[in-house]
């Protein structure tokens, strides 16, 4: 049985990984429609990523005998006036979800829930990965995205990105 307030935070971050699935794919809608196809592929795959996340906190608590409540996913309402602002957003997108996996893990903490801890370890670490990825896309695109040339060549090697189902499998 999980203690209420840590079960009540896992089902919160059913949304938030939903609602940032929802703010991938309108990234990758911005991209589309400025003929950057390879950007909307890099977060149409961040988007199924974000999704799965999603699918495996909802697992998780199933696993636990949880039942789940499904609240509605909040519109993607960032305006982006340049190719590099979705860039920057994504960057401060997972330094605000890593936020939220560590406050799960406190209170989780502290009643000694060690169960949702092992769980969340995985996504301590999945989050490490996705702030660098994020910062990276900026780093890229500070150097090369300013020249049409550049541009060009950034956009075809993240049109290379190809999906893969996460490490984690909840049976
Ligand atoms: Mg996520």
Redesign the pocket.
């Known amino acids: 049985m999980l203690n209420e307030k840590v079960s009540g935070l896992c089902n919160d971050q059913i949304n938030k990984?939903f609602y940032?699935a929802y703010l991938y794919l309108d990234m990758a809608v911005y991209y589309a429609d400025q003929g950057l196809d390879g950007f909307a592929n890099w977060y149409r795959i961040q988007a199924q990523?974000?999704r799965d996340?999603a699918m495996l906190f909802l697992q998780y608590l199933e696993n636990n005998g949880v039942r789940v409540t499904l609240d509605a996913i909040a519109k993607p309402d960032k305006v982006f006036a340049c190719h590099r602002d979705p860039l920057t957003m994504a960057y401060e997108h997972e330094q605000y979800?890593t936020s939220l996996i560590h406050t799960i893990y406190d209170a989780a903490q502290e009643c000694k829930d060690y169960r949702t801890m092992q769980f969340l370890d995985w996504?301590v670490k999945?989050?490490g990965e996705?702030e660098k990825n994020a910062d990276d896309m900026v780093k890229k695109y500070d150097l090369y995205g300013s020249d049409p040339k550049g541009l060009y060549s950034l956009n075809s090697e993240l049109a290379g990105r190809a999906y893969s189902a996460p490490s984690l499998v909840l049976d």
Do not use: G, L
């Open positions: 990984e940032s990523e974000e996340h979800v996504f999945e989050q996705e």
